[in-house]
Structure formats: C-alpha cells, structure tokens
C-alpha cells in the first residue's frame, strides 16, 4: 500500500469535553472542532493522550470519533488514536477508524509490559498492525505517559514498512528527533509532538507538529510554522520563545486538566477532565489564564 499523504502543518490533539454528570459532552466538542475550522489547522488527531483516550470506554471513543469527522470541515486530515496494549485490540480499533472515515491512525507503543518489550518485540507489534491497517500508521512515542521510546535505530526499521507513514515523537528531545530524521529516508515524515521544540524540529526536517498547546492557541503555533517555512528564523524563535512558559505550564505541568482550563480562558469548551485526573485549584487556574492572555 502506498502512503501519499501529508503531514505538513500543525494538528491539535482534540480535547475529550464532559458534561457535568460525567458523560461525554458532544455538542461541546463540535463547537470547539467548529471553531478550529475556521483556522489554517491542518486536520485533527482524536483520541490522542490530550484526549484522556485512555479513560473512554469503547462506545464513548466511537462516539467522538464520529462527532469530528461529522463536524470537521473538507480538507482537513483526520487521525484517529487506535494503539492499545494488544496487537488484537490496536487493529480492531484501527479498522474501526478507517470505518468511521479516518485517514490515519495514530499507534502509541505498548507499555505495560515493559521488560519485555525490547526493540524487536515493539517492531514485530507495529509491522503487524501496518500489515492489517486499512490505512497508513504513524507511529506515536510519548515516553513521559508510557516509559518507552522508540529510538532511532527502531524508528528506521519501522519506516521501511510501506503502511507506516511517519511519526509523532513527544518526547521533546531534539537529539532524538534528529537522529531520527538522519535515520530514516526522505519520505518518512515526522511529526513532534511538543510546542517547545517545534522551531528546532522543524529546522532539522520535522513536517510539523501535533501540539497540545494548538487547542488552545492554534494561531501562535500556525505561525511559528509558517515563519520557518518562509525562512523568517527570527520572528519564528521570536515566537518559539514567546510559547515556551504556556508550553510548559499549560501542557508539560498540569496535562488534560491545564489544556482545557487554558482554553476555557479562550472561548473554547475545556471543562473538567475526567477522574482520576484532579480538576485544577482557583489559584492554578488565575496562573493559567494571566499566562493565555498573554499569548
């Protein structure tokens, strides 16, 4: 199968918003998709780990996945968040977004077996899924919810698979990112994952990047993408600097609970995130929001 697709600009990991009894609220997600349709945001990823994806149940997921395909505009790519701790359930779940009208599905490593899982134990699981997956796979490391990375050496075994598209690295190491990029051929296009290296990524070759601080602030993002692009360097690490507190603050401190708290602040629906996960405190939410006026 060949890949033809481009990864090119920057996506938002979506937001999973919940009603006040707890149950998924769509009306809000659609509003908040509807907003970001009327910004240069290059598709959508459903289900990532901004998505609290791990604290759905099988029939919520479905539902937010047809929500934003329903709701986004033409043109935008949707990618679908479909890895789970077994190869059986990752490809069910990945032909179920191919159903439902994904593009792409976004396969995080495994992680709860971790001693066991070696280099060649987490390719044999992706080519396998690659080999079943109606459509292209981007790999997915976040090793700071997972504990594993995949590394370079195993991201260039990976790439050869003609159904493996790119890659989402977050672990916001730049060395990795381009040692990854050395590594792997022309075509093979990785994404970062982390809005505080997305200058440096995107110098060393990375396609763009899909950036929790997107959902909050999609146009500072859209443009430190477009500055590198047009090669305006200065205004890019001008703005590169400019994001780095809310990155941090925002996305690396406070996680689900930080993201949707900062996009209440502007106008998006955030809400609360889902238990366990802890709502934020008055004072953490006035530090949030004097943070966001400021971007």
């Given at each position: 199968?060949?890949?033809a697709?481009?990864?090119?600009?920057?996506?938002?990991p979506?937001?999973?918003?919940?009603?006040?009894?707890?149950?998924?609220?769509?009306?809000?997600?659609?509003?908040?998709?509807?907003?970001?349709?009327?910004?240069?945001?290059?598709?959508y990823?459903?289900?990532g780990?901004?998505?609290?994806?791990?604290?759905?149940?099988?029939a919520?997921?479905?539902?937010?996945?047809?929500?934003?395909?329903?709701?986004?505009?033409?043109?935008?790519?949707?990618?679908?968040?479909?890895?789970?701790?077994?190869?059986?359930?990752?490809?069910?779940?990945?032909?179920?977004?191919?159903?439902?009208?994904?593009?792409?599905?976004?396969?995080?490593?495994?992680y709860?077996?971790?001693?066991?899982?070696?280099?060649?134990v987490?390719?044999?699981h992706?080519?396998?899924?690659?080999?079943a997956?109606?459509?292209p796979?981007?790999?997915?490391?976040?090793p700071?919810f997972?504990?594993?990375?995949?590394?370079a050496?195993?991201?260039?075994?990976?790439?050869?698979?003609?159904?493996?598209?790119?890659?989402k690295?977050s672990?916001g190491?730049?060395?990795r990112?381009?040692?990854?990029?050395?590594?792997?051929?022309?075509?093979?296009?990785t994404l970062?994952?982390?809005?505080?290296?997305?200058?440096p990524?995107?110098?060393?070759?990375?396609?763009?990047g899909?950036?929790?601080?997107?959902?909050?602030?999609?146009?500072?993002?859209?443009?430190?993408?477009?500055?590198?692009?047009?090669?305006?360097?200065?205004?890019a690490r001008?703005?590169?600097?400019?994001?780095?507190?809310?990155?941090?603050?925002?996305?690396?401190?406070?996680?689900?609970?930080g993201v949707?708290?900062?996009?209440?602040?502007?106008?998006?629906?955030?809400?609360?995130?889902?238990?366990?996960?802890a709502?934020?405190?008055?004072?953490q939410?006035?530090?949030?929001?004097?943070?966001?006026?400021?971007?």
């Open positions: 199968m060949s890949v697709l481009d990864f090119s600009g920057i996506f938002p979506l937001t999973t918003p919940f009603a006040a009894d707890g149950s998924v609220a769509l009306v809000d997600l659609k509003h908040n998709v509807g907003m970001y349709n009327k910004t240069a945001l290059a598709g990823v459903v289900l780990s901004t998505g609290e994806a791990v604290l759905l149940s099988r919520e997921a479905d539902s937010v996945l047809a929500a934003v395909k329903e709701t986004a505009a033409p043109g935008k790519l949707l990618i679908a968040g479909t890895g789970a701790e077994s190869t059986a359930e990752t490809i069910a779940r990945t032909r179920r977004a191919a159903e439902l009208g994904y593009q792409v599905a976004l396969v995080k490593t495994p709860y077996y971790k001693p066991q899982y070696k280099p060649e987490l390719i044999a992706f080519r396998r899924v690659a080999d997956s109606p459509i796979v981007l790999l997915y490391s976040v700071q997972t504990g594993v990375a995949l590394e050496a195993e991201v260039a075994a990976l790439a050869a698979h003609p159904n493996i598209a790119g890659l690295e672990s190491n730049v060395q990112v381009g040692e990854i990029l050395a590594m792997t051929p022309k075509e093979f296009q970062t994952g982390s809005a505080s290296t997305l200058y990524a995107l110098m060393l070759g990375a396609r763009g899909i950036l929790a601080l997107a959902d909050v602030a999609p146009e500072v993002c859209l443009e430190i993408f477009a500055a590198a692009r047009s090669g305006k360097h200065e205004r001008q703005l590169q600097e400019s994001v780095l507190p809310a990155s941090k603050l925002v996305v690396a401190q406070y996680g689900p609970a949707k708290c900062a996009m209440d602040a502007r106008g998006y629906r955030g809400g609360a995130p889902r238990e366990p996960l709502p934020l405190g008055a004072e939410r006035a530090q949030i929001e004097a943070l966001v006026r400021g971007l």
